[in-house]
Structures are given as C-alpha cells and as structure tokens.
C-alpha cells in the first residue's frame, strides 16, 4: 500500500515537473526579447549599430501600457518600447508567449488595425481593450508632439 502511494505521488511529481518544463519551452527568455527590440531600434537607427548589444540593456524602455508594469517573460501583453532619450519616438510591442512583434505608431489606422488583430487573437475583456486603445492613441498622439520639439536642421 505504501509503496503503491509513493509510485503515485512520483508519477504525479514527475508529470507535474514535465508539463512545468513544456511550460517554459513556450515563453521567450527576456534576454531574446531585449535583442529583438535593440535589433528593431538599431533598423530605426534610434539605436547606432553595435555588435554588443549587452550596451544598449539597461536603456531600453519596454513597459506593459495597461499597467505600467516592465515587461517579463512570463506575461503576455502590449508594451510601449524605446529608449531613455530625449525626444525619441516610442514603438509598440507586442508578446503572446514566444510571438514578438513590434509596430511604428506613425500610422494610427495601421496600428489600431494591429491592435484589434493582437486583441481578437488573445481573446482580451472588453475592459483592458478600451485601456489598450486609449493607451495607443495617447502614444501616437505623444510621437507627434515629440516630432516637433526635435529641432530641424538648416537643411530642411
């Protein structure tokens, strides 16, 4: 009797750890999601090109728009990404487990269309959709301000 017990209990402990580890397998590692949002940046030129990618950590800006909360591996969300610069635009990235995709706000009818995609798809309550869409007018209506208070140069 008691060994049947313990063979249950290591059966459950052993599948528990299994399904824990699948788990894992499908988030991405905050290192990846740090890199993928340099990489963007730098195509942006926001960023100068660098091999060392670790440089740029500790400026990136990647902030769940709901809630304010920085962005980790676990959760899934919308998150405002830039750098810590003055007068820089800031960009929209999207996480669903290892899915990382990142917009320009510059097109708000490309990036609503986006947003609704992103919503629909993760099935998000109709509460933190209304939050989402002020969040990303608000961020739009934030890139342009910002457009005019970098000055122009004697070129343009």
Do not use: W
């Amino acid at each position: 009797m008691v060994k049947r017990v313990l063979l249950s209990f290591m059966i459950v402990f052993v599948v528990s750890c299994n399904s824990g580890a699948k788990d894992n397998e499908s988030k991405i590692d905050i290192g990846q999601i740090e890199d993928t949002a340099i990489n963007f940046l730098m195509e942006q030129q926001v960023l100068e090109k660098s091999l060392d990618k670790k440089k740029y950590y500790g400026n990136l800006l990647l902030i769940e728009l709901a809630t304010d909360k920085p962005i980790d591996s676990e959760d899934n969300g919308i998150y405002r990404l830039g750098v810590f610069k003055s007068h820089t635009k800031e960009y929209l990235l999207f996480k669903n487990n290892r899915e990382i995709e990142i917009f320009e706000v510059s097109n708000l009818g490309d990036c609503i269309e986006n947003l609704f995609v992103f919503l629909n798809r993760n099935d998000v309550d109709k509460n933190l959709r209304t939050i989402y869409i002020e969040k990303v007018i608000e961020l739009y209506k934030n890139n342009i301000d910002r457009r005019r208070l970098v000055p122009k140069s004697d070129n343009s």
